[in-house]
């Protein structure tokens, strides 16, 4: 009984090591480029690549607004993904992805490809945030880099002395990096307001590593993927990171056009 | 890792008196840090960049004018005030899960690193875990390392302030074994734990038991 006691208790040990290897593997984040070439050599390389802007954009109804507005020009190639798992997400493998999947992707400019966007259309949790960061911008060579991020957040959220009912629902707010110099494109964040998540991780890296980058915090009332809260980061647009990237200037029947395609595609999944 | 603010030289804390907070209940260490930094008006001197605590940005909290009120902050800073040999750090988000241990240890090296005097922590405790004896009175305690107990256990009797009461490890079972216990205290009961006492680097820790913010006044008087 004492060897039977003791081949059980070693097999409990053994089990408990496989799955705490297996949790902690299951919980890295991957980021697969789709090609490393240097600009000199024009050959493979693990090398770090040149970034002079980065624009990020978090949750569904930014990443409809980047798709819609930025990479509808057709003027990006998909540079990469992010691989991972949690317990609220997997995220696909292919860049085919509907607006309604788990995907994190890259996408470089063909005419400069040191202009990288990024729509991360996926929850990353908290112990993968600071992953996710160090693989991302690890990656990246700064060449005066400036960095700007988009996501939003429930107007629950907003603390305000004023009567809730009165907000301009939805409401774009930013904040910004100590080397951040240029104007921003709509009023700074109050306090005792505080952003959190992974856009609150890539601006306190930018803070602390003294990178130029902003965040435009979209605040509104509809969780789901929604054509008003999509058009409230229009003055954007005229920032400096984005007003070159918007190379065809829509008029009103080709922006509905493109945001009808998107919610189509919604209601057929 | 401590990373200094701007280009500018790391500063020296050698001989400085440490103070940070245990992100604890009621929040009380972090209220009363707040207003230790807010009322010496202590400059901003780095980032505590850590992958242990979760992520927050906001503009300043400290802000008195327009000027003022658009620097960001994160969750972990460092403010320093030379002419009182003061450094302080600020914690301003939970942990995340599983990396509080991984969190003291980096501490601790900073803190040896930097050369620091003394450190003093600023923690809470649940109010109901009390007993008889400790509903009367004040509801502050102390709790000193080794290091400091001699020099600084003469002061405690002016103050009158009382040492923190070892509870029974099994309580109705054996009273004999006593322990540390700090419900509520977040890592303050991890940091005094043997291995780090017998370090030498934590001289201090202030604890008030508590379950609302009003008790933050008490801290600072």
New interface residues.
């Given amino acids: 009984p004492y060897c039977t006691t003791c081949v059980l208790i070693h097999c409990l040990f053994c089990l408990h090591l496989t799955y705490l290897f297996l949790f902690l593997y299951a919980r890295e984040v991957h980021i697969l480029w789709f090609s490393k070439l240097s600009a000199s050599t024009g050959s493979f390389t693990d090398e770090q690549f040149p970034c002079s802007k980065f624009i990020l954009a978090i949750g569904h109804n930014s990443v409809a607004f980047l798709s819609s507005f930025v990479l509808n020009s057709g003027c990006w190639e998909a540079a990469g993904s992010v691989k991972l798992w949690n317990e609220w997400c997997r995220t696909s493998n292919t860049t085919s992805v509907l607006p309604t999947d788990a995907f994190c992707l890259f996408y470089k400019l063909i005419s400069d490809p040191t202009v990288l966007l990024c729509q991360c259309n996926c929850y990353v949790a908290e112990d993968q945030q600071f992953q996710w960061l160090e693989k991302v911008f690890g990656c990246m060579r700064e060449e005066d880099l400036q960095v700007t991020i988009l996501s939003t957040c429930p107007v629950t959220d907003y603390k305000t002395p004023e009567s809730t009912l009165t907000l301009p629902s939805p409401f774009l707010k930013a904040l910004k990096t100590k080397d951040f110099k240029e104007t921003t494109c709509c009023p700074l964040l109050e306090q005792p307001n505080i952003v959190q998540g992974l856009p609150a991780a890539v601006l306190s890296y930018c803070q602390v590593w003294q990178i130029p980058a902003v965040l435009y915090q979209c605040y509104t009332d509809v969780i789901s993927l929604d054509t008003v809260t999509i058009e409230a980061f229009k003055p954007v647009l005229s920032s400096k990171n984005l007003k070159s990237l918007v190379k065809v200037k829509l008029n009103f029947k080709d922006k509905w056009k493109v945001l009808s395609l998107l919610i189509l595609e919604c209601l057929r999944v | 890792m401590f990373?200094p603010c701007?280009?500018s030289a790391p500063p020296d804390f050698e001989g400085f008196t440490l103070l940070l907070p245990a992100v604890s209940v009621g929040n009380v260490g972090q209220l009363a840090v707040d207003l230790v930094i807010f009322t010496l008006d202590m400059p901003k001197v780095g980032?505590f960049?850590t992958?242990c605590l979760?992520?927050?940005?906001?503009?300043?909290?400290y802000?008195t004018a327009e000027e003022n009120?658009?620097?960001?902050s994160?969750?972990a800073e460092v403010y320093s005030l030379p002419s009182k040999k003061l450094v302080v750090l600020q914690i301003r988000?939970p942990f995340?899960?599983?990396?509080y241990r991984s969190f003291c240890q980096t501490l601790l090296s900073w803190v040896k690193s930097s050369r620091c005097a003394k450190v003093i922590l600023l923690s809470s405790s649940h109010a109901y875990q009390c007993d008889d004896q400790q509903l009367h009175g004040t509801p502050l305690r102390y709790l000193f390392s080794p290091a400091i107990q001699k020099t600084a256990g003469e002061l405690m009797q002016r103050l009158n302030w009382k040492e923190m009461e070892k509870v029974a490890a099994y309580p109705g079972v054996n009273d004999t074994e006593m322990v540390l216990r700090i419900p509520g205290g977040g890592i303050t009961t991890l940091l005094f734990s043997e291995r780090l006492i017998s370090d030498g680097a934590l001289s201090w820790s202030l604890i008030s038991s508590c379950i609302h913010p009003k008790n933050v006044y008490l801290l600072t008087q």
Avoid: C, F, H, R
Wanted: aromatic letters at 8%; charged letters at 10%.
């Fill in positions: 990373v701007g280009s980032y960049y992958d979760v992520p927050m940005v906001g503009n300043n909290p802000a009120s658009t620097e960001l994160i969750n988000s995340v899960n599983n990396k």
